[in-house]
């Protein structure tokens, strides 16, 4: 009888994989759409004022999917499936011994009270779980109601996120700080942001991102 009710509960609380819609018992992500996303080779994608900017992989199918689903269809459970692919991607980095505080990309209030959560702030949590580096989410705020990125031109985008962010020096540790966000593109808003931070002589910083476009 006991059997039976466990088979039952399970056929009314199955679970898909979020991605091949096949049955998934461990989560919303299977492990064969998961090995399906390919990591970037462990160097940085680019420079910004000496910052090392670093992206997991590319913006691209089961990622870009992934992405999507956290960021605008509350898809939380994915955050856990975004910080495991920053990882196995942080582990085969020269600084991945090294002692760090994660920053992760503030939301303005508004937004992310319409949203209802920080998807990066989610992301940033399980990447601490397993790295063991510590979140601040207390130092950097941003101030700006800023529009979508992906929708202006250079110029329009510099405009838009000029002063966007705050940074509260009394907050800061005197540790490395490790930027994370989820799609890293031009680099405008991870710059803005490390501005913000040089502007109060924190300068130890670095940026890992979920992906990039690609060329």
Known sequence: MINII????????????????????????CQNCYEKIELNFPEPIKLINEMS???ASLYTDNLKKLIRGLKYHKQKELAKYMAEILYDFWQKTDLSNESFEIVPMPLYKKREKERGYNHILLVAEEFSKLTGYSVNKDIAKRIKDTKPQYRLKKVERLENLKDAFQVKKEAYNNTKLLL???????????EELMKTFKKNNINDLYAIVGANPGN
């Open 6 to 29: 466990k088979q039952l509960l399970d056929w009314i609380y199955r679970r898909n994989c979020y991605f091949c819609r096949k049955p998934c018992p461990t989560g919303i992500m």
């Open 180 to 190: 994370i966000d989820d799609i890293c593109t031009t680099g405008i808003t991870l």
């Open 53 to 55: 900017v670093y992206s």
